[in-house]
């Protein structure tokens, strides 16, 4: 199969071309280096796995479980590991070896290994019997030949099972090819494999030796004069790959290598003793840390995962097309390795051997961050594109785009994480006087219900003495006088089931009376409404803070904190407490990252935005005039959806341009009063719930 390349417009990554450049926080990697102490970003994090997870379920067709390794990666046949520690460089590579991992969930039947014993041909057993122990007691030579064969299939069968499942995705998925070229660079296309696999080394007859060629038998590299390798080459018979339907099928041919190998490795002096601690070795004395256990790939220079498709082993590429094959015959002398090469080459083996047992080291994440992505994760965190215009010093106008993290349910478990400390935190200093303002705010809304229940109210209006309709009982002595207009007719009237979602602005400048204000003002809404039986309400804050801790991730955020359609209100009581006034104003960005679903929310029912605030929009080069107009538009973004707009300036009837521009933004929605006066608040929230559409 030929080795694809692909176009990452100036970028080795396969990844490039939908992973933005800043997805990690900084340089290549997600553990940020500003602080003495690394600081994981996991929101970032999440991203990777999402990602993974999606391309995962994409290619097998199967929602299987992505997750963080707290241990050495393996695949269990129920959920992919991944590592904790994921660089821009090493993502493609990740995402290689989680479609492989998925893969085998997918294709491969594991009771086949877990039964490897119970299915050895018998002629392999008489072979090794004979071959090896028949010195032996007679009712230890059947286990000790069982566990020989095994210790050797089972490598055999990862490899040849790797083959077909990885062929799969080849012809499956073929735009994910770049992701496992990425795998197999990462763990078998290293210079000194290829200087091995050219050299004399691992050329004796021995486990050793025949493991590290047949595992690399697809490297352009290999060289086909030494150990009959041929014969493996038509044994495995990549180019028909397809023909193996199951594990079963792989097994049957790890068997026949095995078989094939064993006609080749000379029978042991009598002598010596193979059975020995490293679980039966060969003439050698090589044990299981001298076995070279490993799975297949591929050259840089090669021609894909499996090698060319139409490749017959007869030439190869690199060293081998050079040297020829028959070089060694006549007299050639191969390249040698130094002994730091040799050293090198043990190590390269050792990776693979990790990669073919699934032992490929992964970082582990720690408890208290996979508590706190996991808060993350729960809560419906994403990262929003928001496009808007801004206006430079000298008057031009540039386009520009800002990411606003939008969190749809701000749990207890994600204040406690601190991820969001700036925006919501457990015992702050500001809490106690929050608590008070919510408690007022229960019962101004318990008083403010009384005055709303209008809208709750079904209107029946009857109209009778009419000439067609249902016969009025009252009517019917009239027909005698010869009346005709007996009939009656009620005609009802019920509002529309209604949702406010009520936008509080938590910048630092609403610090103080103004975010207790906006608090207890929200409080008396939202229980007031409870109130009304089809009124439901959503609250949420917004502003602009640090992320995770990370200074270099200064980003507008705007989160949910209460959702009358999933939460009792004693979840708005104990949470908006915890919010705290920080950053600047993000206000029509963050308006637009959520219109979809406000929009989508409001479908059939009576929609209604109350935003409260206390003046400009602002953050970073989203300011002046610009801002004012995008936030602007979002609010004509809302009426021509059918949502009604009720904005509240906290903090006073306005004053100079704040109010100028408060009314530039909302217009004739913008409403300047004493958000403590009953009356006033009333009023103004009747006119607009009992207002004509």
């Not at 989680?98 to 086949?112: M, P, Q, R, W, Y």
């Not at 004979?130 to 069968?157: C, F, H, M, T």
């Not at 229960?442 to 009419?466: C, D, H, P, Q, Y």
């Amino acid at each position: 199969m030929g080795k694809f390349k692909f176009n990452n417009w100036g970028s080795n990554s396969n990844s490039s071309f939908w992973l933005d450049d800043d997805f990690t926080t900084s340089g290549n990697s997600i553990f940020d280096d500003y602080d003495d102490k690394p600081k994981v970003d996991l929101l970032k994090l999440a991203g990777y796995r999402r990602a993974i997870a999606n391309f995962v379920s994409i290619v097998t067709g199967k929602s299987i479980p992505v997750q963080f390794s707290g241990a050495d990666s393996y695949t269990d046949g129920k959920r992919v590991n991944i590592s904790a520690k994921l660089t821009d460089k090493e993502f493609d590579s990740a995402v290689g070896l989680a479609l492989h991992e998925g893969s085998h969930i997918k294709l491969t039947d594991f009771n086949v290994m877990a039964k490897l014993e119970d299915n050895i041909p018998t002629h392999l057993i008489d072979m090794v019997k004979e071959k090896y122990y028949s010195g032996r007691p007679e009712e230890d030579q059947e286990w000790l030949a069982k566990n020989y064969i095994q210790k050797y299939v089972r490598d055999l069968l990862n490899i040849v099972e790797d083959r077909r499942i990885d062929n799969y995705v080849y012809k499956a998925a073929p735009g994910y090819r770049g992701y496992y070229e990425a795998l197999y660079d990462k763990y078998f296309n290293a210079k000194i494999i290829d200087k091995g696999l050219q050299s004399d080394e691992y050329t004796d007859l021995d486990w050793s030796s025949y493991m590290f060629r047949i595992c690399n038998i697809t490297n352009s590299n290999r060289r086909m004069d030494v150990l009959n390798l041929r014969k493996v080459w038509n044994i495995l018979d990549l180019k028909n790959i397809d023909r193996l339907e199951s594990s079963q099928d792989a097994a049957d041919v790890a068997f026949e290598i095995f078989d094939f190998v064993e006609s080749q490795l000379p029978k042991p002096d009598p002598k010596d003793d193979p059975f020995n601690e490293c679980n039966m070795g060969d003439e050698s004395g090589q044990g299981e840390d001298e076995s070279h256990e490993c799975n297949g790939g591929e050259a840089k220079d090669g021609n894909g995962e499996h090698g060319n498709i139409n490749d017959d082993g007869s030439v190869a590429d690199g060293e081998e097309a050079k040297i020829g094959s028959s070089a060694k015959q006549g007299g050639a002398k191969m390249p040698e390795l130094t002994l730091r090469q040799k050293e090198q080459l043990k190590k390269a083996i050792k990776k693979q051997e990790e990669f073919q047992n699934g032992e490929v080291k992964k970082k582990k994440l720690a408890k208290k961050d996979q508590k706190a992505m996991k808060a993350m994760e729960e809560s419906g965190i994403s990262v929003e594109n928001v496009d808007y215009d801004r206006q430079t010093y000298y008057g031009e106008k540039l386009s520009s785009n800002q990411e606003v993290y939008v969190v749809r349910d701000v749990t207890q478990s994600l204040i406690d994480s601190n991820q969001f400390d700036g925006m919501w935190k457990k015992d702050h200093w500001n809490q106690d006087r929050n608590e008070i303002a919510v408690r007022e705010g229960i019962v101004l809304g318990k008083m403010l219900g009384k005055k709303l229940k209008v809208r709750a109210e079904e209107k029946n209006t009857k109209f009778n003495r009419l000439r067609t309709g249902k016969i009025d009982n009252r009517m019917l002595a009239s027909c005698g006088y010869g009346n005709e207009s007996i009939f009656e007719k009620i005609e009802s009237f019920a509002y529309n089931p209604g949702i406010i979602h009520i936008s509080i602005d938590n910048s630092g400048s609403m610090n103080g009376n103004r975010l207790t204000q906006a608090m207890k003002t929200t409080m008396a809404i939202a229980k007031a409404c409870s109130m009304v039986e089809n009124m439901d309400v959503v609250v949420s804050f917004r502003a602009a803070d640090n992320v995770g801790g990370h200074r270099n991730m200064y980003m507008p955020i705007i989160g949910i904190i209460y959702d009358s359609r999933k939460h009792h209100i004693n979840k708005l009581a104990r949470i908006m407490p915890q919010v705290r006034a920080c950053g600047t104003t993000p206000e029509g960005l963050c308006f637009k990252a959520i219109m979809k679903e406000l929009v989508a929310g409001t479908r059939g029912k009576d929609a209604y935005f109350i935003n409260m605030c206390d003046g400009m929009p602002w953050f970073n080069n989203y300011a002046g005039d610009a801002a004012l107009n995008h936030t602007r538009q979002q609010v004509v973004k809302m009426r021509r959806e059918g949502i009604k707009v009720l904005s509240y300036f906290i903090g006073g009837n306005g004053y100079g341009d704040q109010k100028e521009d408060f009314q530039k933004m909302y217009g004739k929605d913008s409403q300047f009063i004493d958000t403590n006066n009953l009356v006033s608040l009333a009023k103004t929230m009747n006119n607009k719930f009992l207002e004509v559409a």
